[in-house]
């Protein structure tokens, strides 16, 4: 199974604030990443898929990147509908898998 | 645009069936990849497998012996089987459409509300 390490698991930020969040691959994906939002007592949301590609109607606030194994999702400015839960996920192998999630809280 | 509704009792008992229904409304059945995923209560998301209505199917290795998914075209929806249930799949279950691109990239979207299934004597 490819696993998938996502760090931190929790941060705290400001509205405002640029937040970046890693996840790192056990073996080369390419760019078959994904990154998923969910807001407590709701449903993931697709953000970003292929790495990089801003899901319609995802603001433009939100940016994934990868360099080798590492991938980053950016909020470039932090808004009061983003805090919750980010997962990243790997589509490379027919078995996916998810990153741990990362809490983004209130500073 | 296309949502997903899933169905189906909230309380189990150890060793029963979980059976989910995801109904889908605003687009077809048809030519899509459907699953599964589910979280356990303040934990992460693990992937329980899709099938598409022509017949593929592709399962979670950990829960493939004990796991059954189908289509029903006709009436939109797709199901889920997961017999001789603990404790440990206790869980929000989401049912999701799985997408593909041209170079193969895939991703789940959109998902259901999701239906909590508690396993409990």
């Known amino acids: 199974d490819i696993q998938m390490t996502q760090s931190p698991s929790s941060l705290s930020a400001a509205v405002g604030d640029r937040v970046t969040i890693t996840c790192r691959a056990s073996?080369?994906?390419?760019?078959?990443l994904n990154w998923y939002q969910q807001r407590p007592g709701e449903a993931p949301k697709l953000l970003i898929y292929a790495a990089s590609s801003l899901q319609s109607g995802v603001p433009s606030r939100f940016s994934g990147s990868v360099s080798g194994r590492d991938f980053t999702l950016t909020i470039s400015s932090l808004q009061p509908e983003d805090f919750g839960a980010y997962y990243c996920q790997q589509s490379q192998s027919s078995l996916p898998t998810f990153g741990g999630g990362t809490t983004v809280e209130v500073k | 645009q296309v949502q997903l509704q899933e169905s189906g009792p909230g309380l189990l008992k150890p060793s029963e069936t979980l059976s989910l229904t995801c109904t889908v409304s605003g687009g077809s059945i048809s030519s899509y990849y459907w699953g599964w995923i589910r979280q356990p209560p303040g934990k992460g998301l693990d992937w329980i497998g899709y099938?598409?209505?022509?017949?593929?199917?592709y399962y979670n290795p950990s829960l493939k012996s004990r796991v059954t998914m189908s289509v029903d075209t006709s009436e939109s929806q797709f199901s889920l089987k997961l017999t001789s249930v603990t404790a440990a799949d206790t869980a929000v279950y989401y049912c999701?459409?799985?997408?593909?691109?041209?170079?193969?990239?895939?991703?789940?979207?959109?998902w259901g509300q999701g239906t909590l299934v508690v396993v409990s004597s």
């Open positions: 999701v459409r799985h997408n593909f691109d041209n170079r193969g990239h895939n991703w789940f979207d959109p």
């Open positions: 073996q080369d994906i390419a760019t078959y």
């Open positions: 099938i598409k209505h022509s017949g593929n199917i």
